[in-house]
């Protein structure tokens, strides 16, 4: 162990601000019974919370609901009781968390039992398993579905062609289901407003993930950065909380980069930045902090990762546009990362690893997620190819701890440590 | 000519990794431009207004030793699309002028964009469809989607693809259709007569012949086959599921009829049988060809259905149809549409009291023996008790 932390963990006020609005939602979501309202399922890509909003609906996500059951060490039991009711052990492990929780109750993180949706919202972006999952949810569930098909950005681009299909689904499927389903109108002022919210959170985050820049990063883009990504990925953009949330989290972060600190791990402030990764692919949840203790143990700061932008490519200039409140929406969800191509990706990988001027890239590979999987050794050649930096690759998965192999994990990490440091000690002797 | 000449053609075609008819094909002609698609569905007759010739790949089968391939995927992916990049890299493609990667799932999805790095200067197009059946949504936006693939295709050969050309090769495909659901219907009705690894094997055949030589083969097949004279048995009538994309060795189907089932339905190669109604002749062809696809096509686990009622209704017809007695769930391992289909439509088999079984396969899977007996067990069990 080459780095020290210190110790002293303090909740900073965003962090007790996020974990008052997770818990309130998931009040919210638990006592809809007794509130009348309406709950809304739907996912983190192409996640259409400002609108979700126009209609007074409560937003439910599996995905986060896999992760808070992953994360607790309830996952792996939620599974193989999926499986057991044929569900095969090759697919998604989100989904059989997510099946097997329904299973046992939908039980949610404040031990209250969730209500079946009102409605499915099937945003079918980056992922073609989404599609699946919200039919098999509605298989059990039996309740209104709507799609909004978002189209692949194949050729790298967005066409007209693409973006007039999702505004048309937006006015003609999706908006009309949300009045049917909450019997509130829909008032296109209302969502321009909540837009106004989303791009003055957005800037804050991209503030805030761009200042992994600095040497040291004063944050750590990948571990640090989930909980970064919370808010607005979820039940929470274009709301007041959200722009609050991300207004205290600048703050805090310029407060840490003005007094030069790394960024905080669970056991205090790490304190001399040895490695700087960009890391792609999302986390393994369920031995989530012993992984991250893997890094920061030996000095190596995420500066920037790709998983974080799953819920939108904001550092790369996007904003909801309060101007064009449908249009921007299909914007937003044709940008998201997984839902651009394997050269788009690459690119972005490639930028990165220059921009903030990181040591190499490291691959997470879900085992569940042939989304972000399919092609990954091809894009590890290539960055190595682009930038000289060194690439290496790990295999876990989302939410099925069978997956999760600690030793395994460590070695290649050590290994690829020790590639870096061999790597900057040739490069000082063709220096000198 | 009999069934055994003209499936000893297929075979050698089946066999062929080289693809030396399509490669001779291009050959005959300096101006011929060859464009290959994957599974499961592309509309070829805009490729045929083009000039071109479009050749199906389904992966490299289990004659194919992947050795390039494998280093591009981890463990738990599929096969076919390691074996695609074999094909690729062991320049058994090089005569391919570009590539149609239809939307069906992630991994074929993401293997457009390598095939982009991979092969840079090659037409490569990922190629979407939609899955809003409504023609002035889904609709609207498919025959853009239809009208950029035509563009992409005029610069790729320098040519117009005029309405005309698509109208006459949208009629030699509706033949094509025809007869390959003749042969269907043939192996349906008298399904001694009519081998499941024949039919699979002239479908084969399709995807790399010009469709003129493979609509005189399939004619010659039918009127062949009339002659046949095998003996009945008294096996259990299947229908196969969950094949769409990576196919399943030759051996698996012959071992699945070995062991007491006729095949007598199955999605092998549904680019054939996708269009299930004459696409129509007249008027805008780009119209008529996203019409046919959005309430005239087969369905698969690649496509959405909008109404819970209507899942698996498209089986249960199959069934219903064929007068089959099972249900054999058969997909690749790794397959998330067929396998995260699967529990929905196995509920709908029970709803019905169609029996079912399910197995997964690889392209390269060797071993046949656990699949003669689950698939035996089956047949025995539905012809004993059912």
């Not at chain 1, 040291?216 to 609050?244: L, N, Q, W």
């Not at chain 1, 191509?341 to 990181?358: F, G």
Request: one cysteine or more; aromatic letters at 10%.
């Amino acid at each position: 162990m080459n780095t020290k932390v210190d110790t002293e963990v303090i909740k900073e006020p965003s962090m007790l601000k996020q974990k008052d609005m997770i818990a309130g939602n998931y009040d919210r979501l638990t006592s809809t019974r007794e509130s009348g309202e309406k709950i809304v399922s739907t996912f983190v890509p192409g996640n259409l919370n400002e609108l979700i909003m126009c209609f007074d609906m409560v937003n439910n996500l599996p995905e986060t609901n896999a992760i808070q059951n992953g994360l607790r060490k309830q996952s792996g039991a939620m599974i193989m009781d999926a499986e057991k009711s044929g569900h095969s052990e090759d697919v998604c492990t989100y989904v059989k968390a997510d099946i097997g929780m329904m299973g046992r109750g939908n039980i949610a993180p404040n031990g209250k039992p969730m209500p079946a949706p009102d409605m499915l919202l099937l945003s079918y972006t980056g992922c073609f398993t989404f599609m699946k999952w919200f039919e098999l949810l509605r298989h059990e569930y039996k309740c209104p579905t709507v799609m909004l098909q978002i189209p692949y950005q194949g050729d790298g681009k967005i066409t007209k062609n693409m973006r007039d299909f999702v505004v048309k689904q937006l006015k003609e499927e999706v908006i009309p289901m949300f009045e049917q389903v909450s019997g509130v109108k829909f008032d296109i002022d209302r969502l321009r407003e909540y837009l106004k919210n989303s791009a003055k959170a957005e800037d804050d985050l991209v503030w805030v993930l761009e200042s992994g820049k600095n040497k040291p990063s004063p944050i750590d883009a990948y571990f640090g950065g989930v909980y970064y990504i919370g808010p607005i990925f979820t039940a929470f953009r274009g709301t007041e909380d959200a722009v609050e949330y991300y207004g205290l989290l600048r703050k805090e972060v310029e407060e840490r980069l003005a007094a030069g600190k790394g960024p905080i791990t669970p056991e205090g402030d790490l304190q001399g930045e040895k490695y700087r990764l960009v890391v792609e692919g999302p986390p393994n949840w369920t031995s989530f902090r012993e992984f991250w203790k893997l890094f920061y143990d030996e000095g190596a700061v995420v500066v920037a990762s790709s998983y974080t932008k799953v819920g939108g490519l904001y550092d790369q200039g996007f904003r909801h546009d309060p101007n064009d409140p449908l249009g921007t929406l299909a914007d937003y969800c044709l940008g998201c990362y997984t839902n651009n191509n394997l050269p788009q990706r690459v690119e972005l990988l490639e930028k990165y690893i220059n921009d903030y001027q990181a040591d190499g890239l490291l691959i997470n590979s879900i085992k569940s997620c042939n989304s972000f999987s399919a092609g990954q050794l091809l894009m590890m050649r290539e960055i190595e190819k682009r930038t000289g930096k060194p690439a290496a690759f790990i295999e876990t998965d989302l939410v099925d701890p069978r997956y999760f192999s600690h030793a395994n994990v460590k070695n290649r990490l050590e290994s690829y440590f020790q590639m870096i440091d061999q790597k900057r000690s040739g490069a000082s002797l063709a220096a000198a | 000519m009999s069934t055994a000449e003209i499936i000893a053609r297929c075979e050698a075609l089946y066999d062929d990794l080289d693809f030396t008819a399509s490669r001779q094909w291009k050959e005959a002609d300096p101006d011929r431009k060859v464009i290959a698609y994957m599974p499961v569905y592309v509309p070829r007759e805009i490729i045929h207004a083009a000039g071109m010739l479009p050749l199906g790949i389904m992966g490299g089968g289990d004659q194919l030793e992947v050795i390039h391939g494998d280093a591009y995927y981890q463990s738990y992916i599929c096969r076919i699309p390691r074996s695609t990049i074999e094909l690729g890299l062991s320049k058994r493609m090089d005569f391919v002028d570009g590539m149609l990667f239809p939307s069906i799932c992630d991994v074929i999805r993401n293997l457009s964009g390598m095939w982009k790095l991979m092969f840079p200067g090659k037409y490569v197009r990922y190629f979407d469809v939609p899955q809003n059946y409504r023609d002035d949504v889904g609709g609207n936006y498919y025959v853009n989607e239809l009208n950029e693939l035509r563009e992409g295709l005029e610069e790729l050969s320098g040519r117009k693809i005029t309405d005309d050309a698509l109208r006459a090769s949208i009629e030699v495909y509706n033949e094509n259709r025809q007869l390959a659901m003749d042969v269907y219907a043939m192996r349906s009705r008298e399904p001694w007569k009519v081998p499941s690894a024949d039919v699979y094997l002239l479908m084969r055949a399709g995807l790399v012949l010009p469709v003129e030589e493979h609509n005189q083969m399939l004619r010659d097949y039918l009127a062949a086959a009339e002659k046949v004279d095998a003996p009945k048995r008294d096996n259990c009538r299947v229908v196969i599921n969950g094949s769409f994309c990576e196919q399943p060795p030759l051996n698996l189907i012959k071992s699945i009829e070995l062991s007491g089932c006729y095949i007598v339905d199955d999605d092998y190669m549904l680019v054939h049988r996708w269009l299930q109604k004459p696409v129509s002749t007249s008027g805008d062809p780009m119209e008529n060809l996203a019409l046919a696809f959005l309430h005239e096509s087969a369905s698969t686990a690649a496509k959405y259905d909008t109404q819970e009622e209507d899942k698996g209704m498209f089986l249960l017809e199959q069934v219903r149809k064929n007068a089959a007695e099972g249900v054999i769930f058969a997909a690749p391992s790794f397959c998330d549409p067929a396998l995260l289909e699967r529990p929905m439509l196995a509920d709908r088999c029970s709803e019905h009291n169609v029996p079912y079984i399910s197995f997964k396969y690889a392209e390269n899977s060797g071993q046949m023996q656990p699949i003669r007996e689950q698939a035996g067990t089956f047949a025995d069990s539905i012809k004993l008790w059912s």
